[in-house]
């Protein structure tokens, strides 16, 4: 056989290798049983900084049934429910986490974002400060927030013009939320 032959039989018998065998079933593949899932609270935590609130709620659901109703997982589903705007349901579950984790200075911040979004400034002012203290003052955010709060309850005449307050929502971890009120 020629040099040029074999080349032609070895390329031949290359492609006829790395063309790949049609799967026998048409289904898509299923769930690998040998793989590790991932932590719901992390992709829930991923989810919230991608602004994906609704798929963060179910995230934080799987979370809670590997992990139960924690302040972590409560604090998450009210968080996400807050960038929903269901602020009833955000209300709800973050004094849930509160009475769970009382020293969570993260969890009284978010709980006085949505109490300012309520419009109940007196209220939110002092968890603000709640919030303040149990932080000693270290976070930007939250000492942001108690600013507004403040500046708001002193500044008893809006006037005409409603204003656009922005609030930081901060969780447990590297990322901080921003939440705008809805003129």
């Known amino acids: 056989m020629t040099r040029a032959g074999v080349i032609a ?3 031949l018998f290359l492609t006829a290798c790395s063309q790949d065998k049609a799967p026998d079933n048409p289904y898509a593949p299923g769930v690998a049983t040998r793989g590790e899932a991932v932590d719901g609270l992390l992709v829930g935590h991923r989810l919230m900084n991608a602004g994906e609130y609704e798929l963060a709620i179910d995230s934080y659901s799987r979370a809670a049934l590997t992990h139960g109703l924690t302040a972590d997982v409560l604090a ?3 968080s996400a429910n807050l960038g929903l705007g269901r602020l009833g349901q955000a209300e709800h579950l973050l004094r849930k986490a509160v009475s769970k984790d009382e020293k969570s200075p993260e969890i009284w911040n978010n709980l006085g974002v949505v109490l300012m979004e309520k419009g109940e400034n007196s209220e939110a002012e002092q968890v603000f400060r709640r919030a303040y203290a149990l932080d000693n003052g270290e976070s930007d955010a939250i000492r942001d927030n108690l600013r507004l ?4 309850s002193e500044n008893f005449d809006y006037g005409e013009e409603k204003q656009e307050q922005d609030y930081k929502l901060v969780r447990r971890g590297s990322s901080d939320y921003l939440i705008r009120t809805i003129p």
Do not use: D, H, N, Q
């Open 9 to 11: 039989v070895l390329v």
């Open 76 to 78: 998450g589903l009210g």
């Open 149 to 152: 709060a403040l500046a708001k």
